[in-house]
């Protein structure tokens, strides 16, 4: 099994539905992340958490929510999606490490599509 | 975090080492190099990071010059798997950092038969 899952893969969905893109990892690590990549502009930092209690805006949090229901899970929302925001999403999870981080996990991604 | 610069694209013949330059001569003292690479579509993969000494783990070796202005990345036997985009970011990785990743365009490495 992925070390992060997200779910689902592909979604197409119209305009003004909410729609949830989940993801849980195995790592267990406390900080978790998403993120959207479009052509050309490379990975924008949506929300982060630190911990189950700790959520925390990114660049582009406009649009979006998210839940962090247990450590290993961390729930994105579109209340009500628009096409702007077809892009490929992605979940990462990190642990702080002693002097740096050793790196992004990142999950194989949600390409999500709004007509 | 320091900006990077990387060469759009580079080929590597199969078997033959890769050797991925990146400078970053703005890079401070508490910022580590880290490396990624993204196969089309997939996540981002950490490969490896460091911050002035060579570093080197199963997937590849990382070598920073003394001045830090610059490194390289080691792929010491290119396999077509290894076709990817591969990012260099100059970031402060301490234990209060998050999670904005700053991906510059990247270098499109492919790996010939």
């Known amino acids: 099994d992925a070390d992060v899952t997200q779910t689902p893969r592909n979604r197409i969905t119209k305009t003004g539905k909410r729609i949830m893109l989940e993801c849980s990892q195995t790592?267990?690590?406390?900080?978790m992340y998403w993120y959207r990549q479009d052509p050309g502009l490379g990975l924008r930092l949506i929300y982060y958490?630190?911990?189950?209690?700790?959520?925390n805006k990114g660049e582009i949090s406009d649009g979006y929510s998210v839940s962090r229901q247990a450590q290993a899970k961390f729930s994105l929302s579109l209340e009500s999606a628009i096409p702007n925001q077809t892009a490929l999403y992605f979940c990462?999870?990190?642990?702080?490490?002693?002097?740096?981080?050793?790196?992004?996990?990142f999950g194989s991604g949600t390409r999500l599509t709004v007509v | 975090d320091a900006k990077t610069t990387q060469p759009p694209s580079m080929d590597c013949a199969e078997g033959r080492a890769a050797n991925l330059p990146c400078n970053h001569s703005?890079?401070?003292?508490?910022?580590?190099v880290y490396w990624y690479r993204q196969i089309h579509s997939q996540g981002p993969q950490y490969i490896i990071h460091?911050?002035?000494n060579n570093e080197t783990n199963e997937m590849a070796s990382l070598i920073i010059t003394e001045d830090r202005k610059s490194s390289t990345l080691i792929l010491p036997h290119a396999t077509l798997r290894d076709t990817a985009v591969y990012y260099c970011?100059?970031?402060?990785?301490?234990?209060?950092?998050?999670?904005?990743?700053?991906f510059g365009q990247g270098t499109i490495l492919t790996v010939h038969p």
């Open positions: 990462a999870t990190s642990d702080p490490g002693t002097g740096s981080d050793a790196g992004y996990t």
């Open positions: 790592k267990g690590h406390d900080r």
């Open positions: 958490s630190f911990d189950v209690k700790d959520i």
């Open positions: 703005t890079i401070s003292g508490n910022e580590y």
């Open positions: 460091g911050l002035k």
């Open positions: 970011i100059a970031r402060n990785a301490g234990g209060t950092s998050y999670g904005k990743l700053t």
